[in-house]
């Protein structure tokens, strides 16, 4: 009898999710433990194998975006300004430090051992977690940017910071004094989320505007004819075009692969390299608002959550789903060549 394939569920979805929108979501370098920010004012860690949750840490406002330090701590980033550590074993948390107004993104540099944060006071600040807690301890240095600072990404001393007016600007981590390269998106719209590649030549940068561009460090001709951009999270309805802001951007630790997460519902898997879609997975029940690979590419953490993309209306619930990420999901197919003739 032959067998019939369903369509692969959504995954298993964990329980205990937050109770508001989900801003951010990672999985540790050393485990499958996820750590969850939201708009409840809560960063929440599950261990996403066992589907348990193992802390729950309350904020003085919506938490925009949070990260790991190491398997036991993690960073914070607060709409009430501020920047926290927590520290899970002991359940308890202090705050690194402040800005003039909502922290949007945080990121943890093992290479500079800094923490780094972006907020909508238009500066980018670096901290040493290790000095003792007051901002005037931890404080290594505060950058101006051009803009509201929306996303950032890391790739070993590499920094990449997309602001509001679509600049970009790249920064090496050992000499912040100003950037390497101030870049504007070549997409038209809104910025909304960048990632860099795991081998360290460039960046995916996503729009508003169901687009990603694919960008390169290395400003010689060769390197940036390279670069593209393309279509996706986008339906034809009835002769009209419509299209979703790409949210999310992950890129899968083994095989450079990225996905791609949409306020369609849809993540969808690519090759960047050879210009292919993967695969399609199928629909989630709302926007996909953030993803996360765990750090062997085994599992695929995917927050679905209305992003009010389309004002406040009545949603799905907020939920977070862990799915099993087959190789043929993911792994680029090799190109086939013509047999050239005899």
């Not at 996503?206 to 694919?214: L, N, Y």
Request: net charge neutral; proline share 7%.
């Amino acid at each position: 009898m032959a067998s019939v394939h369903p369509p692969p569920a959504p995954g298993r979805e964990l329980s205990n999710p937050p109770t508001d929108g989900i801003s951010n979501l990672r999985f540790s370098n050393h485990s499958d433990h996820l750590l969850v920010s939201s708009w409840d004012k809560t960063v929440r860690l599950y261990d996403a194998s066992a589907d348990s949750l193992r802390g729950e840490f309350m904020h003085g406002g919506p938490v925009l975006d949070c990260c790991f330090h190491d398997d036991s701590s993690g960073f914070s980033a607060s709409a009430d300004n501020t920047v926290r550590r927590i520290v899970f074993s002991h359940g308890k948390e202090d705050i690194l430090g402040r800005h003039d107004a909502p922290v949007r993104c945080i990121e943890y540099s093992y290479a500079a051992g800094q923490v780094i944060t972006g907020s909508w006071d238009k500066t980018l600040k670096c901290w040493d977690p290790r000095g003792a807690s007051g901002q005037e301890r931890t404080l290594v240095g505060t950058y101006p940017q051009p803009e509201r600072v929306y996303s950032l990404s890391l790739v070993g001393n590499r920094l990449v910071v997309a602001t509001a007016g679509r600049h970009v600007n790249v920064y090496d981590l050992r000499n912040m004094s100003q950037p390497e390269q101030r870049r504007e998106s070549s997409l038209k719209y809104q910025t909304r989320c960048v990632r860099c590649y795991p081998n360290g030549t460039g960046y995916a940068l996503s729009s508003v505007e169901g687009r990603v561009a694919m960008e390169f460090f290395d400003l010689s001709e060769v390197s940036q004819a390279k670069k593209y951009a393309f279509k996706c999270h986008r339906k034809s309805e009835a002769g009209r075009d419509i299209v979703y802001p790409v949210n999310a951007i992950a890129f899968h630790p083994v095989y450079g692969t990225f996905a791609t997460g949409g306020c369609d519902g849809f993540v969808n898997v690519w090759d960047g390299n050879n210009k292919k879609r993967l695969y399609q997975y199928s629909k989630y029940p709302t926007s996909v608002a953030a993803l996360s690979f765990s750090r062997d590419g085994r599992l695929l953490a995917v927050a679905s959550s209305y992003t009010f993309e389309e004002g406040d209306k009545p949603h799905e619930p907020d939920a977070i789903f862990v799915r099993s990420v087959n190789e043929i999901e993911v792994k680029p197919k090799p190109k086939v060549y013509p047999n050239p003739p005899a």
